[in-house]
């Protein structure tokens, strides 16, 4: 099946006692037990089970071509998930760009643990290699990577996480199953932060962990899911799989936007640099034309000059709306060392796009007159 035709029926179908087709909300906590004691219905108590967390759970274990799939309440707190199912003494290796909210939930939450992290740069398989230890467990990658986009090579470093006896975990928020298919590469779990593409409007948070097969870290994560209770309500669950209908309609038209805008900010003379993978001077270019199916709908450019250069245009600016997240229908932009304070590595006049549904010469005419001196 193709994934326009999943992406609209995994995991819902018709009501069977209405014959509604918007699969209805299932707000009850607590199900009814069979006289023999039994929830032969399947649902006893809505922690650790739920209609609609089902339903979205399916469909996201089939967009990836997963085993199962787990539904968190954000993104962040599949990632809490896993990292409470290392045993002391584990070491993580994760990119040295990864979602700065990685490093928050690892130097702040689990700051008291017995865990050891490496930051790696993950485009480079030697640094890799080297960065291995006997007790490396979890080898985490994320591409593209934010804000840089630099393009990792899943299968690759699927192989490197074997050898090492390590599970691979891709966070796949920018690509979606859409552009990308982790797990088709070898990796052993996908993490979404449903916030973005999956839900695509803005209006809900919500994460995803997608498993090939079992694993030990794969039940630990489903015990911090149902009795640790990191799970997301039964609407959010809704609002996701409503979002999914349209996600790769959505993602495809925002990829090739995103790829008319990066030709234009990249001939624009105000403009220093941009990072999209799918220009053929992104250093990731040939691995992302391998692996995926088309560039995605987020980008970042620097502006020529310095950090307040950055802000001006992005003070300017009409139709992006100044604000984080992405994978809305709202074009968003932001001066990403801003948010992530200032520890930052990323480049001081760059600001980070995420393309939404507008049409893109409205968005070039907006960029157009913002960098204007
Ligand atoms: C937003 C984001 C996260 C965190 O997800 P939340 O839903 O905000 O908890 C993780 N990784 C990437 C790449 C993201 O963009």
Known sequence: MKIETTAIHAGRGIDPATG???MPIYLSSTFERDPDG???RGYAYSRERNPNRAALEKCAAALEGGKEALAFASGLAVLTALIQGLEPGDHILAPDDVYYGFRKVLGGVFAKWPLEVTYVDMTDLDAVR?????????????????????????????????????????DSTFATPVLLRPLEHGIDMVMHSTTKYFGGHSDVVGGA??????????????????HGGAVPSPFDCWLTLRGIDT??????AQSAHAQLIAGF???????????????????????????????GGMLSFQVSGSAEAA???????????????????????????????????TPPNLLRLSIGLEHPDDLIADLEQALAQ
Request: aromatic fraction near 6%.
């Open 247 to 252: 996600l790769p309609y959505r993602v495809r």
């Open 38 to 40: 039994e929830y032969a």
């Open 130 to 170: 080297a960065a291995a230890r006997p007790a490396t467990r979890l080898v985490w990658i994320e591409t593209p990577s934010n804000p840089l986009l630099k393009i990792t090579d899943v299968a690759a470093i699927a192989r490197l996480a074997r050898e090492m006896n390590a599970i691979s975990v891709c």
């Open 209 to 226: 962990l997608i498993a090939k097969h079992d694993s030990y870290l794969f039940e630990r994560a489903r015990k911090a899911q149902q």
């Open 311 to 345: 802000i001006a245009v992005a003070a300017k600016v009409q139709l992006f709306t100044r604000a984080t997240s992405l994978g809305g229908g709202h074009s968003l932009v932001e001066h990403r060392a801003s948010v992530e304070g200032p520890q930052t590595r």
């Open 265 to 295: 900010l990249a001939a624009h003379p105000a403009v220093e640099r941009v990072h999209y993978p799918g220009l053929a001077t992104h250093p990731g270019h040939a691995v992302a034309k391998e692996q995926m199916s088309a560039f």
């Open 20 to 22: 509604a087709v918007a």
